[in-house]
DNA sequence: AATACTAGCAACCGCGTTTGT
DNA sequence: AACAAACGCGGTTGCTAGTAT
């Protein structure tokens, strides 16, 4: 037993809105308003169609002050820190973008921010070549071109994320890629079980004793392109797992130009761009562990989460 | 010029959540 | 408290226009 369908589909029409039908119901909500209840409201202006098709209708593109296209730098700079925080909660993501809709947000990320993000990432990491000098097995040993979930899409930007800030981190360390997939699986499990547990992914990182914390010799700056000397706290996980030694660069490499490509292959607006973003992460992730991406907008953007009543 | 392929987008569908009775 | 109806969200589908062969 199914649930009852909202609608007699027999008698709805489907498919494209003509200009008749928009300016039908455009017309009656400016006069009446939706009267909150979107199943009764088709039939009250005569439209064959399913209410929840109106409804989608107005929110999309009737409603006033709609945008389409021509997204900014800086939308782009929201949208994606957000998805790499909050995963695809599109209409949250929407709720930060005044005038965007969920679907044109969701759309936009699937078909060419996405893209532009990880494509240029899986460029530059298939060119490195392991500190063993062996090749990976096949094109893909560590390539996530087969990424399909947004745990993974997460993990993947985050990754392409830590190397600008980072090239020293493990992710540019040939050396640990061996282990990198049960690392994955690791991040991918609380990734899953955070986005399971809202209150998890909300709530402060856990307080780190000081035998859980590690360091690493370097900070790379991507906006000057300056090497730090302050030793920097990493991630507390990879010390758990074992990745204490290889992660604080006991077996780092001379880490070759290629590593920088991703910055060559960058115009200025580019690096400015991602001068912005890197920027937002140093400042809003300071007191969180390196990939607990969720500070990103406990600072700035607790209004994010009003929806689900929430404070920090 | 015709066909195949691809990308972008609008709309639909199913299901979890919220609200009303 | 329990149930049903409606809402809202995210994933998916299908159409269309543009591009490649």
């Known amino acids: 037993m199914g649930r009852a369908p909202c609608c007699d589909k027999a008698n709805?029409?489907?498919g494209p809105w003509s200009p008749e039908e928009d300016f039908k119901l455009k017309s009656y909500i400016d006069q009446h308003g939706t009267g909150n209840n979107w199943i009764a409201l088709p039939q009250k202006i005569g439209l064959k169609r399913c209410g929840k098709s109106c409804r989608l209708r107005w929110l999309n593109y009737l409603r006033p002050n709609i945008k389409h296209g021509g997204f900014t730098e800086e939308e782009d700079n929201i949208i994606c820190s957000l998805y790499i925080s909050i995963g695809s909660r599109w209409s949250i993501i929407a709720a930060q973008l005044p005038g965007r809709t969920d679907n044109d947000i969701k759309n936009y990320w699937n078909t060419r921010l996405k893209k532009k993000l990880l494509g240029?990432?899986?460029?530059?990491?298939?060119?490195?070549?392991?500190?063993?000098?062996?090749?990976?097995?096949?094109?893909?040993?560590?390539?996530?071109?087969?990424?399909?979930?947004?745990?993974?899409?997460?993990?993947?930007?985050?990754?392409q994320l830590q190397t600008l800030q980072n090239p020293f981190s493990?992710?540019?360390?040939?050396?640990?890629?061996?282990?990198?997939?049960?690392?994955?699986h690791m991040m991918i499990e609380t990734l899953d079980s955070l986005d399971q547990n809202p209150a998890l992914n909300l709530s402060a990182p856990p307080a780190l004793g000081q035998e859980d914390s590690i360091k690493i010799p370097f900070q790379f700056d991507p906006k000057s392109g300056d090497l730090g000397t302050e030793m920097v706290e990493q991630?507390?996980?990879?010390?758990n797992d074992g990745f204490a030694a290889a992660a604080a660069g006991e077996?780092?490499?001379?880490?070759?130009?290629?590593e920088f490509d991703c910055f060559k292959e960058m115009g200025s607006a580019g690096r400015e761009n991602f001068a912005w973003w890197c920027d937002e992460f140093e400042v809003k992730s300071t007191s969180s562990s390196s990939w607990d991406s969720t500070a990103v907008i406990h600072q700035s953007?607790?209004?994010?989460?009003?929806?689900?009543?929430m404070s920090f």
Do not use: C
């Open 251 to 258: 077996n780092l490499q001379t880490v070759g130009d290629d």
């Open 301 to 309: 953007d607790d209004h994010v989460y009003g929806d689900y009543g």
């Open 170 to 184: 493990l992710y540019n360390n040939p050396a640990l890629w061996p282990k990198l997939n049960h690392l994955q």
């Open 235 to 239: 991630n507390p996980v990879l010390v």
């Open 12 to 14: 709805v029409k489907k």
């Open 120 to 159: 240029r990432h899986r460029k530059s990491s298939s060119r490195r070549v392991p500190i063993t000098g062996q090749e990976p097995e096949g094109e893909d040993a560590f390539d996530l071109q087969n990424l399909s979930n947004s745990a993974l899409e997460r993990l993947q930007l985050h990754m």
